[in-house]
């Protein structure tokens, strides 16, 4: 891919954040790998003037591992208002997030998992805002998904947990409610068997792209709910149980 055709990508997406309609498709301007999928995301955060706050990420046993970069702006503490259109809906979804103490540089040998963790000075609940810039984000090919950071509005941060490196993070039993009503409570969910994987694989896999872990930035890693739908004027909580929770107030 070009500049000309990343250019024509953003151009397309950022058209829809300024109130633009959705697209079916980035056309012949889609991404046909993972590294034209990041200059397009690298392109849209240039012209929204934001800088890498931190990535989501996913990586289920068997199936494409994904990541998108979170800007700094969407990151927000709990309890927070988020404004929800009259007429459309927000997609939330419970998650575990870390924040990095220090930058994990490119190098030769891959990071174990035990120095990815001794990085990280934060783990809390977080809960992630969902607003696809396509008209039906189902099923789009992994790259043209990407593009626009896997539909990633901002992301609402819970208190650091104490003691978190104690806890079985992969069982934790989440509970997200809306308005009051319980949508979800079971034990786990995350699609990459837990928070820990995903994190592992982006800081050894970010390099491959062109970037890399800085300190301060936050990672969250993948829904332990799945995605769900809802309409405004009315709270959201998400957390898991002795894990706190973070809460959203739609407006």
Known sequence: MDQTTTEDAADLLMAVRGGGAPLASLGAAAPKTEAE??????EVLRRLGGRIGGYKCSAPPGRPHTAAILAASGLMPGPAPWPVPKGTRIGIETEIAFRF???LPPRA????EAEVLAAVDGCFPAIEMVMSRYASPVGLPPWEAMADNVAHAGLVLGADVPGWRD???AGLTVRQ??????????AGGNPSGGPVP?????ANHLPSVGLQLEAGQVVTTGSCTGLLWVE????????F????EVVVDLV
Do not use: M, N, S
């Open 101 to 103: 103490a220090r930058g």
């Open 177 to 186: 409610t809306c308005g009051g009503t319980v949508q979800v409570e079971k």
């Open 198 to 202: 995903p994190l592992v694989w982006l």
């Open 232 to 239: 405004g004027h009315q709270r959201v909580t998400g957390g």
């Open 37 to 42: 999928a990041w200059a397009i995301q690298r």
């Open 241 to 244: 149980l002795g894990f706190g």
């Open 167 to 169: 806890c079985d993070l």
């Open 109 to 112: 040998a891959p990071y174990a």
